[in-house]
């Protein structure tokens, strides 16, 4: 199994575990696709049952969307500040409400 795929599946699970309080409040769902250093992509979706992974199929049905590589996404989860500088420079990308994004990115 790829390694980053191995380390995308225990984020989930951790994030599940330490904020399912949060998660159950959403109203909207993101949906993140995460590129890896292989080419492939993963997709996961959070919404208020939990962060999981899912087919690229939901692209079409989820409005709100953020875009990045694996390693973009390290360096958010260790320092969150990055994300402004992220965004501006074009590393990361953003598709829908922002603010909504925003708000769920955060907690």
Same mark, same amino acid.
């Given at each position: 199994?790829?390694?980053?795929?191995?380390?995308?599946?225990?984020?989930?699970?951790?994030?599940?575990?330490?904020?399912?309080?949060?998660?159950?409040?959403?109203?909207?769902?993101?949906?993140?696709?995460?590129? &890896?250093? !292989?080419?492939? *992509?993963?997709?996961?979706?959070?919404?208020?049952? @939990?962060?999981?992974? +899912? $087919?690229?199929?939901?692209?079409?049905?989820?409005?709100?969307?953020?875009?990045?590589?694996?390693?973009?996404?390290?360096? &958010?989860? !260790?320092?969150? *500040?990055?994300?402004?500088?992220?965004?501006?420079? @074009?590393?990361?990308? +953003? $598709?829908?409400?922002?603010?909504?994004?925003?708000?769920?990115?955060?907690?």
């Amino acid at each position: 199994m790829n390694q980053e795929i191995h380390e995308i599946k225990n984020l989930i699970e951790r994030i599940n575990q330490e904020h399912i309080s949060y998660l159950e409040g959403l109203n909207s769902k993101v949906l993140l696709e995460i590129h &890896l250093k !292989d080419g492939s *992509s993963v997709f996961v979706e959070i919404s208020k049952h @939990g962060l999981k992974t +899912v $087919k690229p199929d939901l692209k079409k049905t989820i409005q709100n969307q953020v875009i990045l590589s694996f390693k973009d996404l390290k360096k &958010l989860i !260790d320092n969150p *500040s990055n994300i402004l500088r992220f965004l501006t420079t @074009g590393r990361v990308k +953003v $598709k829908g409400n922002i603010r909504e994004i925003f708000e769920i990115l955060e907690n």
